[in-house]
Protein backbone atom coordinates (compact mmCIF):
# COMPACT_ATOMS: atom_id res chain seq x y z
CA UNK A 1 0.00 0.00 0.00
CA UNK A 2 1.29 3.34 -0.85
CA UNK A 3 0.72 5.04 2.07
CA UNK A 4 1.53 5.60 5.72
CA UNK A 5 1.03 3.89 9.11
CA UNK A 6 1.38 6.30 11.49
CA UNK A 7 1.44 4.57 15.50
CA UNK A 8 0.37 6.84 18.29
CA UNK A 9 0.97 5.66 21.63
CA UNK A 10 -0.19 7.17 25.12
CA UNK A 11 1.43 6.63 28.73
CA UNK A 12 4.53 4.77 29.49
CA UNK A 13 6.29 2.57 27.09
CA UNK A 14 5.80 -0.72 29.25
CA UNK A 15 7.14 -4.01 28.22
CA UNK A 16 3.40 -5.04 27.19
CA UNK A 17 2.96 -1.93 24.67
CA UNK A 18 6.77 -2.41 23.61
CA UNK A 19 5.45 -6.30 22.86
CA UNK A 20 2.53 -4.65 20.86
CA UNK A 21 4.46 -2.47 19.03
CA UNK A 22 6.99 -4.64 17.42
CA UNK A 23 4.51 -7.35 16.20
CA UNK A 24 2.35 -4.06 15.05
CA UNK A 25 5.69 -2.88 12.93
CA UNK A 26 6.96 -6.56 11.81
CA UNK A 27 3.11 -7.16 10.40
CA UNK A 28 3.21 -3.46 8.92
CA UNK A 29 6.34 -4.07 7.20
CA UNK A 30 5.27 -6.18 4.95
CA UNK A 31 2.24 -4.43 3.93
CA UNK A 32 3.18 -0.82 3.93
CA UNK A 33 5.73 1.44 2.38
CA UNK A 34 6.30 3.09 5.80
CA UNK A 35 5.56 3.21 9.78
CA UNK A 36 6.06 6.10 11.85
CA UNK A 37 5.81 5.34 15.75
CA UNK A 38 4.84 8.48 18.10
CA UNK A 39 4.76 8.26 21.63
CA UNK A 40 5.37 10.36 24.60
CA UNK A 41 8.49 9.23 25.91
CA UNK A 42 10.41 8.47 22.58
CA UNK A 43 11.47 10.47 19.41
CA UNK A 44 9.37 9.75 16.10
CA UNK A 45 10.96 5.69 14.91
CA UNK A 46 10.84 6.23 10.94
CA UNK A 47 10.59 2.71 9.17
CA UNK A 48 11.04 1.76 5.58
CA UNK A 49 9.55 -1.68 3.84
CA UNK A 50 11.12 -4.44 5.26
CA UNK A 51 12.65 -2.89 8.44
CA UNK A 52 10.44 -3.67 11.62
CA UNK A 53 11.36 -2.14 14.94
CA UNK A 54 13.15 -3.61 17.86
CA UNK A 55 15.06 -2.03 20.42
CA UNK A 56 16.64 -3.98 23.14
CA UNK A 57 17.89 -1.12 24.95
CA UNK A 58 14.48 0.70 24.93
CA UNK A 59 13.61 1.55 29.16
CA UNK A 60 11.11 -0.67 30.86
CA UNK A 61 9.83 2.43 31.71
CA UNK A 62 7.17 0.61 34.49
CA UNK A 63 9.74 -0.55 36.47
CA UNK A 64 10.20 3.01 37.65
CA UNK A 65 6.53 4.38 37.43
CA UNK A 66 5.21 5.12 41.04
CA UNK A 67 1.52 6.57 41.76
CA UNK A 68 1.54 10.11 41.39
CA UNK A 69 -0.73 12.92 42.96
CA UNK A 70 -3.74 12.73 39.78
CA UNK A 71 -2.73 16.73 39.30
CA UNK A 72 0.93 15.49 38.29
CA UNK A 73 -0.54 13.08 36.01
CA UNK A 74 -2.88 14.89 34.40
CA UNK A 75 -0.13 17.65 33.34
CA UNK A 76 2.15 14.93 32.10
CA UNK A 77 -0.74 13.61 29.97
CA UNK A 78 -0.92 17.32 29.03
CA UNK A 79 2.23 17.67 28.05
CA UNK A 80 2.83 14.56 26.01
CA UNK A 81 -0.58 14.96 23.82
CA UNK A 82 1.02 18.42 22.60
CA UNK A 83 4.40 16.95 21.92
CA UNK A 84 3.06 14.45 20.27
CA UNK A 85 0.36 16.62 18.12
CA UNK A 86 3.36 18.75 17.04
CA UNK A 87 5.13 15.35 15.79
CA UNK A 88 1.69 13.83 14.24
CA UNK A 89 1.23 17.76 12.02
CA UNK A 90 4.47 16.78 10.46
CA UNK A 91 4.21 13.64 9.80
CA UNK A 92 0.46 12.66 9.17
CA UNK A 93 -1.00 13.14 5.61
CA UNK A 94 -4.90 12.61 3.52
CA UNK A 95 -5.22 9.31 4.10
CA UNK A 96 -2.77 8.14 6.37
CA UNK A 97 -3.85 4.91 8.38
CA UNK A 98 -3.28 6.12 12.01
CA UNK A 99 -3.24 3.66 14.74
CA UNK A 100 -3.91 4.54 18.08
CA UNK A 101 -2.60 2.51 20.99
CA UNK A 102 -4.15 3.82 24.17
CA UNK A 103 -7.62 5.67 24.19
CA UNK A 104 -6.56 8.85 26.31
CA UNK A 105 -5.58 10.72 23.52
CA UNK A 106 -7.99 13.30 22.64
CA UNK A 107 -5.52 16.14 21.04
CA UNK A 108 -3.51 14.01 19.09
CA UNK A 109 -6.73 12.37 17.89
CA UNK A 110 -8.49 16.30 16.81
CA UNK A 111 -4.54 16.93 14.85
CA UNK A 112 -5.26 13.40 12.98
CA UNK A 113 -8.82 14.05 12.24
CA UNK A 114 -7.83 18.09 11.08
CA UNK A 115 -4.86 16.36 8.92
CA UNK A 116 -7.60 14.03 7.17
CA UNK A 117 -5.97 11.16 8.32
CA UNK A 118 -7.45 7.67 9.28
CA UNK A 119 -7.99 7.26 12.63
CA UNK A 120 -8.18 3.56 14.15
CA UNK A 121 -7.85 2.23 17.34
CA UNK A 122 -6.42 -0.61 18.50
CA UNK A 123 -8.62 -1.86 21.46
CA UNK A 124 -7.31 -4.49 23.58
CA UNK A 125 -8.96 -3.82 27.32
CA UNK A 126 -10.09 -0.66 28.98
CA UNK A 127 -9.95 0.27 32.18
CA UNK A 128 -13.07 -0.97 34.38
CA UNK A 129 -11.28 -1.81 37.95
CA UNK A 130 -8.26 0.63 38.97
CA UNK A 131 -8.72 2.28 42.32
CA UNK A 132 -7.61 5.90 42.67
CA UNK A 133 -8.59 7.19 46.13
CA UNK A 134 -9.18 3.73 48.24
CA UNK A 135 -12.46 5.43 48.91
CA UNK A 136 -15.61 3.48 47.18
CA UNK A 137 -17.34 6.31 46.52
CA UNK A 138 -14.72 8.44 44.91
CA UNK A 139 -13.86 5.59 43.26
CA UNK A 140 -17.20 4.39 41.78
CA UNK A 141 -17.15 8.18 40.70
CA UNK A 142 -13.44 8.22 39.37
CA UNK A 143 -14.54 5.11 37.29
CA UNK A 144 -17.69 6.42 35.84
CA UNK A 145 -15.75 9.55 34.47
CA UNK A 146 -13.02 7.30 32.60
CA UNK A 147 -15.83 5.15 31.13
CA UNK A 148 -18.15 7.68 29.88
CA UNK A 149 -14.19 9.57 28.67
CA UNK A 150 -13.64 5.79 26.88
CA UNK A 151 -16.85 5.73 25.24
CA UNK A 152 -16.68 9.45 24.10
CA UNK A 153 -13.55 8.92 22.43
CA UNK A 154 -14.44 5.85 20.97
CA UNK A 155 -17.57 7.35 18.76
CA UNK A 156 -14.74 9.70 16.63
CA UNK A 157 -12.62 6.88 15.43
CA UNK A 158 -13.38 5.49 11.78
CA UNK A 159 -12.63 2.25 13.24
CA UNK A 160 -12.11 0.23 15.94
CA UNK A 161 -9.75 -3.17 15.98
CA UNK A 162 -10.90 -5.35 18.71
CA UNK A 163 -8.53 -9.06 18.57
CA UNK A 164 -11.82 -11.22 19.72
CA UNK A 165 -15.93 -10.96 19.39
CA UNK A 166 -15.70 -11.68 23.38
CA UNK A 167 -13.69 -8.20 23.97
CA UNK A 168 -16.87 -6.15 22.51
CA UNK A 169 -19.23 -8.74 24.40
CA UNK A 170 -17.40 -8.10 27.84
CA UNK A 171 -17.24 -4.51 27.17
CA UNK A 172 -20.81 -4.12 25.95
CA UNK A 173 -19.61 -1.68 23.00
CA UNK A 174 -22.29 -0.69 20.42
CA UNK A 175 -20.04 0.47 17.43
CA UNK A 176 -21.37 -2.02 15.19
CA UNK A 177 -20.19 -0.60 12.06
CA UNK A 178 -17.02 0.74 13.53
CA UNK A 179 -15.35 -2.54 14.82
CA UNK A 180 -13.19 -5.26 12.94
CA UNK A 181 -11.34 -8.15 14.42
CA UNK A 182 -7.74 -8.78 14.51
CA UNK A 183 -5.15 -10.29 16.59
CA UNK A 184 -1.70 -10.29 16.68
CA UNK A 185 0.89 -13.18 15.88
CA UNK A 186 3.20 -15.22 18.70
CA UNK A 187 6.54 -15.20 17.73
CA UNK A 188 8.26 -18.19 17.21
CA UNK A 189 10.51 -18.02 20.81
CA UNK A 190 7.18 -18.75 22.23
CA UNK A 191 7.17 -23.20 21.93
CA UNK A 192 7.00 -25.74 23.85
CA UNK A 193 10.40 -26.63 25.11
CA UNK A 194 9.94 -28.96 27.99
CA UNK A 195 7.60 -31.08 29.19
CA UNK A 196 5.13 -30.65 31.89
CA UNK A 197 6.26 -33.13 34.18
CA UNK A 198 9.67 -32.23 33.89
CA UNK A 199 8.74 -28.30 35.19
CA UNK A 200 9.23 -27.13 38.91
CA UNK A 201 7.22 -24.29 39.06
CA UNK A 202 3.87 -25.16 40.25
CA UNK A 203 1.72 -22.08 39.96
CA UNK A 204 3.14 -19.20 38.66
CA UNK A 205 1.05 -15.42 38.30
CA UNK A 206 2.97 -12.72 35.29
CA UNK A 207 1.98 -9.30 34.06
CA UNK A 208 1.71 -6.01 36.06
CA UNK A 209 1.08 -6.04 39.95
CA UNK A 210 -2.07 -3.87 39.81
CA UNK A 211 -5.88 -3.97 40.90
CA UNK A 212 -7.38 -5.15 37.47
CA UNK A 213 -5.30 -7.86 37.26
CA UNK A 214 -6.33 -9.96 40.66
CA UNK A 215 -3.02 -10.05 42.41
CA UNK A 216 -4.18 -9.19 45.88
CA UNK A 217 -7.20 -11.93 45.50
CA UNK A 218 -4.52 -14.15 44.19
CA UNK A 219 -2.18 -13.34 46.52
CA UNK A 220 -5.09 -14.27 49.38
CA UNK A 221 -5.43 -18.01 47.99
CA UNK A 222 -1.92 -18.51 47.97
CA UNK A 223 -2.37 -17.99 52.16
CA UNK A 224 -5.36 -20.20 51.35
CA UNK A 225 -2.97 -22.82 50.25
CA UNK A 226 -1.13 -22.00 52.79
CA UNK A 227 -3.42 -22.35 56.08
CA UNK A 228 -4.06 -26.04 53.95
CA UNK A 229 -0.18 -27.22 53.92
CA UNK A 230 -0.16 -27.12 50.49
CA UNK A 231 2.97 -27.87 49.49
CA UNK A 232 3.53 -26.53 46.30
CA UNK A 233 6.52 -23.64 44.54
CA UNK A 234 4.71 -20.35 43.55
CA UNK A 235 6.01 -17.62 41.64
CA UNK A 236 5.01 -14.02 41.23
CA UNK A 237 6.63 -12.56 38.25
CA UNK A 238 6.07 -8.25 37.75
CA UNK A 239 5.79 -5.05 38.87
CA UNK A 240 3.91 -2.38 39.16
CA UNK A 241 1.43 0.18 41.73
CA UNK A 242 0.63 -2.46 44.21
CA UNK A 243 4.48 -4.02 44.04
CA UNK A 244 5.01 -2.44 47.56
CA UNK A 245 1.69 -3.66 48.86
CA UNK A 246 2.53 -7.31 47.41
CA UNK A 247 5.79 -7.26 49.55
CA UNK A 248 4.10 -6.48 52.59
CA UNK A 249 1.65 -9.12 52.19
CA UNK A 250 4.13 -11.73 51.50
CA UNK A 251 6.24 -10.96 54.73
CA UNK A 252 3.14 -9.58 57.15
CA UNK A 253 1.66 -13.60 56.20
CA UNK A 254 5.28 -15.76 56.46
CA UNK A 255 4.60 -16.50 52.68
CA UNK A 256 8.30 -16.66 51.43
CA UNK A 257 8.88 -20.41 51.90
CA UNK A 258 5.37 -20.86 48.97
CA UNK A 259 6.13 -17.62 46.99
CA UNK A 260 9.11 -16.41 45.08
CA UNK A 261 8.21 -12.85 43.76
CA UNK A 262 10.82 -11.25 41.31
CA UNK A 263 11.00 -8.31 38.85
CA UNK A 264 10.31 -8.09 35.41
CA UNK A 265 13.07 -10.28 33.45
CA UNK A 266 13.73 -9.29 29.41
CA UNK A 267 11.64 -10.69 26.54
CA UNK A 268 14.13 -13.59 25.76
CA UNK A 269 13.59 -14.98 29.08
CA UNK A 270 9.63 -15.44 29.98
CA UNK A 271 9.69 -18.34 27.30
CA UNK A 272 11.99 -20.12 29.98
CA UNK A 273 10.22 -18.96 32.82
CA UNK A 274 7.10 -20.08 30.46
CA UNK A 275 8.99 -23.57 30.00
CA UNK A 276 9.33 -24.44 34.05
CA UNK A 277 5.52 -23.68 35.23
CA UNK A 278 2.59 -26.29 35.53
CA UNK A 279 -0.25 -23.69 35.70
CA UNK A 280 -0.65 -20.37 35.20
CA UNK A 281 -2.94 -18.23 36.78
CA UNK A 282 -4.94 -14.98 35.40
CA UNK A 283 -6.97 -13.51 37.84
CA UNK A 284 -7.96 -10.58 35.97
CA UNK A 285 -10.99 -8.14 36.57
CA UNK A 286 -10.90 -6.95 33.05
CA UNK A 287 -8.69 -7.35 29.92
CA UNK A 288 -8.33 -7.88 26.07
CA UNK A 289 -7.15 -10.71 24.75
CA UNK A 290 -3.78 -10.96 27.15
CA UNK A 291 -0.30 -11.73 25.15
CA UNK A 292 0.25 -13.96 28.17
CA UNK A 293 -2.45 -16.03 27.62
CA UNK A 294 -1.17 -16.55 24.59
CA UNK A 295 2.80 -16.86 25.11
CA UNK A 296 1.54 -19.23 28.05
CA UNK A 297 -0.69 -21.51 25.48
CA UNK A 298 2.22 -21.49 23.18
CA UNK A 299 4.93 -22.75 25.35
CA UNK A 300 2.30 -25.92 26.23
CA UNK A 301 1.49 -23.88 29.97
CA UNK A 302 -1.95 -24.44 31.13
CA UNK A 303 -3.43 -21.64 31.93
CA UNK A 304 -6.87 -20.97 34.90
CA UNK A 305 -8.34 -17.77 33.81
CA UNK A 306 -11.28 -15.55 35.17
CA UNK A 307 -13.36 -15.43 31.90
CA UNK A 308 -13.21 -11.73 31.01
CA UNK A 309 -12.17 -9.89 27.64
CA UNK A 310 -11.66 -12.36 25.12
CA UNK A 311 -10.52 -15.17 26.88
CA UNK A 312 -13.82 -16.99 26.65
CA UNK A 313 -12.58 -17.30 22.71
CA UNK A 314 -9.43 -19.06 23.57
CA UNK A 315 -9.87 -20.77 26.90
CA UNK A 316 -12.45 -23.79 26.44
CA UNK A 317 -12.98 -25.57 30.03
CA UNK A 318 -10.74 -28.73 30.28
CA UNK A 319 -9.23 -28.86 26.42
CA UNK A 320 -7.56 -25.62 25.62
CA UNK A 321 -7.51 -24.44 29.76
CA UNK A 322 -9.26 -23.79 32.74
CA UNK A 323 -12.04 -20.99 33.28
CA UNK A 324 -12.69 -19.56 36.87
CA UNK A 325 -16.30 -18.85 38.11
CA UNK A 326 -14.61 -15.53 40.08
CA UNK A 327 -11.97 -14.22 41.69
CA UNK A 328 -13.03 -15.21 44.84
CA UNK A 329 -9.44 -16.21 46.85
CA UNK A 330 -11.25 -19.74 48.32
CA UNK A 331 -12.32 -20.63 44.66
CA UNK A 332 -9.09 -20.08 43.27
CA UNK A 333 -6.99 -21.84 45.95
CA UNK A 334 -9.55 -24.95 45.34
CA UNK A 335 -9.34 -24.88 41.99
CA UNK A 336 -5.49 -24.61 41.89
CA UNK A 337 -5.57 -27.63 44.04
CA UNK A 338 -7.60 -29.70 42.40
CA UNK A 339 -6.30 -29.15 38.96
CA UNK A 340 -2.23 -30.31 40.28
CA UNK A 341 -3.90 -33.02 40.90
CA UNK A 342 -4.94 -34.17 37.76
CA UNK A 343 -1.46 -34.59 36.03
CA UNK A 344 -2.91 -36.40 33.04
CA UNK A 345 -5.54 -33.53 32.00
CA UNK A 346 -3.11 -30.66 32.76
CA UNK A 347 -0.62 -32.64 29.95
CA UNK A 348 -3.87 -32.99 27.72
CA UNK A 349 -4.11 -29.59 28.03
CA UNK A 350 -0.69 -28.10 27.43
CA UNK A 351 -0.67 -30.15 24.27
CA UNK A 352 -3.99 -28.75 23.01
CA UNK A 353 -3.21 -25.06 24.16
CA UNK A 354 0.29 -25.60 22.18
CA UNK A 355 -1.18 -26.70 18.84
CA UNK A 356 -4.28 -24.27 19.04
CA UNK A 357 -2.19 -21.03 19.18
CA UNK A 358 0.49 -22.46 16.32
CA UNK A 359 -2.36 -23.14 14.16
CA UNK A 360 -4.34 -20.13 14.86
CA UNK A 361 -2.00 -16.89 15.59
CA UNK A 362 1.52 -17.76 13.51
CA UNK A 363 2.61 -14.64 11.41
CA UNK A 364 1.20 -15.81 8.02
CA UNK A 365 -2.10 -16.37 9.55
CA UNK A 366 -1.97 -13.08 11.40
CA UNK A 367 -1.04 -11.25 8.49
CA UNK A 368 -3.64 -11.96 6.03
CA UNK A 369 -5.89 -10.65 8.47
CA UNK A 370 -4.14 -7.26 8.87
CA UNK A 371 -4.32 -6.96 5.09
CA UNK A 372 -7.71 -7.49 4.80
CA UNK A 373 -8.89 -5.64 7.47
CA UNK A 374 -6.13 -2.10 6.18
CA UNK A 375 -7.49 -2.89 2.26
CA UNK A 376 -11.67 -2.48 4.02
CA UNK A 377 -10.87 0.49 5.64
Request: aromatic share 10%; proline share 3%.
Given at each position: MNCKLVIVCSGPTTTSRKAHLQKITELAASIIRETIIISEDMDPIILTVGKYWYNKSFKHSIDKKKRKQFIFRLAEIINGELRKSKFLSSYVSKGDFVLFLGIYQPLSLIIVKLRQGLPIIFGGGFDVARSVAGNKFLDALYFSFRWTFQISMLKHFDKIILESPSVKKFYNLKFNGKILYAHLFIP?????????????IDVAFMGVLSKEKGIIEFLKSCNILKNKNVAIRILILGNGILKDQVEQYINKN???????????????????????????????YSEGLPNRLLEAMACGTPVLATPVGGIPDLVKEGETGFLLKSNNPEHIAERIIELLNKPDILEKVSINAYN?????????????????????I
Open positions: SIFTLTNPLSKRDNLSALVQLKNFVDSHEVPKILNKIKLLVISSYVRENFSFEKTLESWQRILQE
